[in-house]
């Protein structure tokens, strides 16, 4: 080994190559990365091995981007779908050579996500890393994702939301060490990522414009580390984006992409309703970030000191279930639509079900178990929103000298900073004053930053004390998660095996079978748009869903006017027991 010797007084002092210590570094970096990766690859398998991600049928909006994957794999042309608005490229560009080499596959599909799915608790942990904190509760940010039931159900459909939320997390990671070194190389690649997010969904512009509202709020304290080259990193690759965009749109007849929302689906949004869905929103993540919460309350509450600040908490969250009573709409947890309800995780888009209205599930905690829940999160909320407030609160005092001089407690109040504006940027993006159509989904990117920041919040050090709260509420979090989407996938392979049934053995065709959102949109919305000659899919016709014939259905429960021909039964660990998918045929 090599080495430079200094003179130091009379004594010399052996110094390591700069190029030796820059690859010890990369090794130890690489080696502190996988070390991080490997708990979340052990969460991620086991949850493959308890619920195998099989079977080529779509699950929720993932038939949209089938569809446009078919077209670029097939035609070689890409091209967005008339019923979305996200670009969808990330998920696009790795499946479609797979779809050429294999075939297409919705279990394919499933496989690209879920590798998504990997890289974005990765990112995660790999972000906390990045903040300072130790490697376990960095792998509990992580973990905490691959816990989440909402999550965990996205992870086995080919939407948007992971492939958004994998490149969303490694763009938060450059920014962070930006934030932390000011190179201007971080914030080039950060800004690549978050085109790439944007390509995936269009909130990825959040990414970047959190990072510059963090400039502009400590513009005194970075204006000397500002450069022209991170500036030119950051601003020219969007320019460059937004332009291309912009003219490929005008060239297509329209600036922007046509509005989601179902004409007369909802009222136009007043104050009122806006304030119950942030409510909801709040009562929705003080839920989600409920184990670290606990991690938060429980050292705390074994110290006397502390007992005022658990006392303040609770307050607040009394606070805010109070206000809950008050609002024109007191109802407990699920409060927000889409995936999540009382017992169970995924949407249930059969007839029968859906114009219920109600969220069935094969058990149910009851009110005063929802409303336990309810109380739950609202004091995880308040918990959380304190642990924020005093992440980014201004210190009077610094700790340490040497801190201080280094402006270490600046950086890390900076990178706090933009981790919560992020949040915030990603929780209220959604909210349409128009028509207001805010789906629990729409929260899980905003997970990311927020766990971050309450991590970053526990008291150092982390202790085995701390993470046995965290660890325990994961695990319940992660059992609970795995038995909701293996009836999910159960009942959803049970539907296609019926519709398959239907197709052959009474040689039903798709344009008579009424079988769910899913399959209808899949199979019979492009022969409806041709047939009724609609010029918009969010018309779908009078039945909805482009049902173009009834003869026959697929539903979990028996419907008038229609006699059951058939059966397929699943097995249901939330139920305890098999149930069927009935196979309908009408008689009048």
């Keep these: 080994m090599r080495v430079k010797r200094v003179c130091s007084g009379t004594h010399f002092v052996p ?42 049928f779509p699950l929720n909006d993932d038939w949209v981007y089938a569809k446009m994957l078919q077209t670029l794999a097939n035609e070689g042309r890409y091209e967005i779908h008339p019923y979305t608005q996200a670009y969808a490229l990330v998920q696009l560009l790795p499946a479609a050579p797979l779809v050429s080499a294999f075939g297409f596959s919705f279990g394919l599909l499933r496989a690209v ?31 905490l994702l691959l816990c ?13 939301d992971v492939p958004f ?47 510059v509202a963090t ?38 007849g329209r600036l922007f992409l046509a509005s989601q929302t179902l004409p007369g689906y909802l009222e136009p949004a007043t104050f009122g309703v806006i304030g119950v869905v942030l409510l909801s929103v709040a009562l929705t993540l003080g839920l989600l970030l409920l184990p670290f919460a606990a991690s938060l309350a429980w050292p705390a509450s074994q110290r006397k000191a502390c007992r005022p600040r658990i006392a303040r908490w609770v307050s607040l969250g009394t606070a805010l279930a109070l206000l809950m009573l008050l609002m024109r709409d007191p109802r407990p947890l699920p409060r927000l639509p889409n995936m999540l309800r009382n017992l169970g995780v995924g949407p249930l888009l059969l007839r029968d079900i859906y114009d219920m209205r109600d969220p069935w599930s094969p058990q149910s905690l009851g009110p005063v178990g929802l409303w336990i829940v309810t109380l739950c999160a609202a004091a995880a909320a308040a918990i959380c929103a304190g642990a924020a407030w005093r992440a980014c609160a201004r210190k009077r005092r610094a700790k340490s000298i040497l801190l201080a001089r280094i402006g270490a407690l600046r950086y890390r109040r900076m990178q706090n900073l933009f981790l919560l504006v992020l949040a915030a940027l990603l929780v209220l993006a959604p909210l349409n004053p128009k028509a207001l159509v805010y789906y629990d989904r729409y929260l899980v990117p905003a997970l990311i930053p927020l ?15 701390l993470f ?12 609970f998660s795995v038995v909701c989407l293996h009836d999910y996938m159960a009942w959803n392979r049970a539907r296609w095996q019926a519709i398959e049934r239907l197709r052959t053995e009474f040689h039903a065709k798709d344009t008579q079978i009424d079988a769910g959102y899913e399959f209808n949109g899949m199979y019979t919305s492009e022969a ?30 028996p419907a008038k006017g229609y006699r059951v021909i058939g059966e397929v039964p699943y097995d249901s660990w939330l139920g305890g027991e098999q149930a069927p998918i009935l196979m309908l045929e009408r008689f009048r």
């Design 468 to 479: 046995r709260p965290v660890a325990f509420t994961c695990t319940l979090f992660f059992a």
């Design 451 to 465: 766990a971050l920041v309450v991590a970053r919040s526990l008291p150092p050090p982390w202790r085995v004390s």
């Design 113 to 143: 996500t879920l590798v998504f799915a990997f890289l974005a608790a990765w990112g995660t942990a790999l972000c906390g890393r990045a903040l300072g904190l130790p490697r376990p509760a960095a792998v509990a940010c992580g973990a």
């Design 215 to 252: 400039h502009v709020l400590f513009f005194r304290a970075v204006r000397g580390r500002i450069t022209a080259a991170a500036a030119c990193a950051l601003a020219i690759p969007w320019a460059f984006t937004l332009l291309a965009t912009g003219l490929v749109h005008a060239k297509r």
């Design 528 to 557: 409806f748009m041709e047939k009724s000659g609609a010029q918009s899919f969010h018309i779908q016709g009078d039945k909805g869903w482009w049902v173009m014939g009834t003869k026959f259905r697929v539903a979990m429960s």
């Design 15 to 56: 110094i390591l190559s700069s190029m030796r210590l820059a690859s010890i570094s990369r090794r130890r970096t690489i080696a502190h990365s996988l070390r991080t990766a490997a708990p979340l690859l052990a969460i991620q398998a086991l949850t493959i091995v308890v619920v195998w991600p099989g079977g080529d």
């Design 148 to 160: 989440n039931p909402l999550f965990m159900n996205l992870s086995y459909t080919y939407m948007t």
């Design 165 to 211: 939320m994998a490149c969303m997390a490694f763009a938060c990671l450059c920014y962070l060490r930006s934030l932390r070194d000011g190179a201007w190389q971080w914030v080039l690649l950060g800004t690549l990522l978050s085109i790439a997010a944007f390509f995936s969904r269009q909130f990825g512009i959040l990414v970047p414009l959190a990072f």
